[in-house]
């Protein structure tokens, strides 16, 4: 899936670009799917979803996982992390249609990107936990020294509305270069740290919220400032992310993966075991 000449345009000007209708119906339907299979998983009792049609696309399946994130946030937290390693997460954010893009936009092949990042977003209503507030993602993701040569891609898994916390995004800030970030410290395990541009910087752009359809596919160049958006709707925000730096690249340093387990299930799974 090739960019038209007026989308580099867009992307190079703005450091941004929403490509429209990359994933069908069926290939979000697929990952939405497999996160109601592992609520089913762990919440086996629960028998209020049968018989809904595509259970996991109804407003019914939102409020069973808020409720569970409120009743039992360690529940919660294992469905999540099991969704971070599901094949079908990582066969939506590698597929060609979308690395294509992604090198298009990199002025690079796709068999010269590297990824990282990867990550399945569940943004509850008017939770801030794991909110970022303005900053570059080339602060948390330095494989390339310069963030022109890396891009975050974000995948719309149900129309995302401002009202819905869309990205809120400052187009053309990415010309800024790196920016020293003002950095803040972790309240606890589960909130992100804070890497803030400074007032000054956001002050001289203008901001618009990042929008999209289901199946939509946003692409932000690594430098571009910008934050998390505001759920204020009934629902979880579903967005699937990964970032793409260019292996090539002189600014390119290669890296390796932490595994990090589930402390609750593991110390389960142990417990079962022992048991059998």
């Known amino acids: 899936m090739a960019l038209t000449d007026e989308q580099r345009k867009a992307y190079r000007q703005d450091g941004c670009l929403r490509v429209e209708a990359v994933f069908t119906e069926a290939e979000i339907d697929s990952l939405r799917g497999l996160i109601y299979r592992l609520y089913c998983r762990f919440e086996p009792e629960d028998l209020s979803l049968d018989g809904i049609e595509a259970p996991w696309n109804d407003t019914a399946f939102d409020r069973a996982m808020i409720a569970l994130?409120?009743?039992?946030?360690?529940?919660?937290?294992?469905?999540?992390?099991?969704?971070?390693?599901?094949?079908?997460?990582?066969?939506?954010?590698?597929?060609?249609?979308?690395?294509?893009?992604?090198?298009?936009?990199?002025?690079?092949?796709?068999?010269?990107?590297?990824?990282?990042?990867?990550?399945?977003?569940?943004?509850?209503?008017?939770?801030?936990?794991?909110?970022i507030d303005w900053h570059q993602d080339r602060s948390y993701y330095p494989q390339n020294w310069d963030g022109n040569n890396g891009l975050v891609a974000t995948i719309a898994m149900q129309d995302i509305a401002a009202e819905s916390g869309a990205i809120v995004m400052c187009p053309g800030s990415q010309r800024e270069g790196l920016v020293s970030p003002l950095i803040g410290e972790k309240s606890d395990y589960e909130t992100t740290e804070q890497r803030r541009v400074p007032d000054d910087l956001i002050a001289r752009y203008r901001q618009c919220s990042a929008e999209a359809r289901r199946g939509?596919?946003?692409?932000?160049?690594?430098?571009?400032?910008?934050?998390?958006?505001?759920?204020?709707?009934?629902?979880?925000?579903?967005?699937?992310?990964?970032?793409?730096?260019?292996?090539?690249?002189?600014?390119?340093?290669?890296?390796?993966?932490?595994?990090?387990?589930?402390?609750?299930?593991?110390?389960?799974?142990?417990?079962?075991?022992?048991?059998?």
């Open 69 to 131: 994130r409120k009743r039992d946030p360690k529940i919660f937290g294992a469905l999540y992390d099991c969704a971070q390693s599901a094949v079908d997460l990582l066969r939506l954010v590698s597929d060609p249609r979308l690395v294509e893009i992604a090198a298009d936009c990199l002025d690079d092949t796709p068999d010269a990107l590297s990824y990282s990042g990867i990550t399945l977003r569940m943004d509850p209503p008017r939770d801030t936990r794991n909110s």
């Open 216 to 276: 939509d596919v946003l692409l932000m160049n690594l430098n571009l400032v910008h934050r998390s958006g505001y759920n204020e709707q009934e629902h979880i925000r579903y967005t699937a992310l990964c970032r793409f730096h260019r292996i090539m690249a002189e600014d390119y340093v290669p890296f390796g993966l932490l595994y990090n387990f589930n402390d609750f299930l593991e110390a389960r799974v142990a417990d079962a075991m022992r048991d059998e």
